[in-house]
């Protein structure tokens, strides 16, 4: 029976045993230091949490990332905030101020200021003031380059023909612009695309018109007079020129 079994084959087999042992003391083996199984319930009940945690701290993360949608309570409100804003809009405020809310004027105020930018009543009377001392005192002069960029080309072309009928007769206009003592709006209106607004200037001024000779024609070189003077200023609404031109002019005596 013995004899079945040579030498080497003893060996292989006592290798094979060796091998077997080391692998078992490895891995088939457990030590004071191994956890105990985990049952497979409280592993479903650990994997379940983590889960739940990890979909919370993805919520948490999109709804930073979220800008919330007004609702319908919320739009009124921004609707509301709107039309008050619109109440006490500083152009509207100073148009209130200026003319009596309802009347003609005011209503006509309101028009301008809707086609013209930056519209407002007390800025453009001080604008106004500005333009009618100019205007004075290069039509005495007789200065038509100036006075172009500030008339319409009808005013202008009135304005010139005078300025020309002076300098042929060679007559002369010594004239001392003393200051405009009172200057309000007296209507306003918007017209075929075009705003306007119409001043009243009342004004002081010394002027006399002295002929070839230095004989006065007319007024006073000495006397100070009270000119009253209605001007109708007006800009294209669809221009994007802001200045306005002087139309019409009129004086009330």
Do not use: C
Request: aromatic share 6%; charged share 30%.
């Amino acid at each position: 029976m013995f004899e079945m079994f040579d030498s080497k084959t003893l060996i292989i087999i006592a290798v094979a045993v060796f091998v077997i042992m080391r692998l078992r003391s490895v891995l088939g083996t457990r030590t004071g230091y191994q956890a105990p199984p985990v049952d497979r319930e409280e592993m479903k009940r650990l994997r379940d949490a983590a889960n739940e945690n990890q979909a919370e701290n993805q919520a948490d993360n999109t709804a930073d990332n979220v800008v919330p949608l007004p609702t319908r309570k919320s739009a009124g409100k921004s609707e509301t905030a709107k039309r008050v804003k619109a109440a006490v809009d500083p152009i509207t405020k100073s148009i209130n101020e200026y003319a009596k809310s309802g009347t003609k004027l005011n209503k006509g105020l309101k028009l301008v200021a809707a086609t013209s930018a930056e519209f407002e009543p007390n800025n453009f009377v001080d604008g106004a003031r500005m333009a009618y001392e100019m205007i004075v005192t290069a039509f005495a002069d007789g200065d038509k380059k100036a006075l172009k960029g500030l008339l319409s080309k009808e005013v202008y072309e009135g304005f010139a023909g005078v300025i020309t009928q002076r300098e042929k007769a060679g007559h002369k206009v010594h004239s001392t612009f003393i200051g405009i003592e009172k200057s309000n709006i007296k209507a306003a209106n918007v017209e075929n695309n075009e705003a306007l607004v119409t001043v009243q200037f009342i004004s002081q001024i010394v002027s006399a018109t002295l002929d070839k000779n230095d004989e006065l024609i007319e007024g006073d070189s000495e006397e100070i007079v009270e000119v009253n003077d209605i001007w109708t200023f007006a800009r294209e609404t669809r221009s994007k020129d802001p200045n306005w031109k002087l139309v019409a002019t009129e004086s009330d005596t």
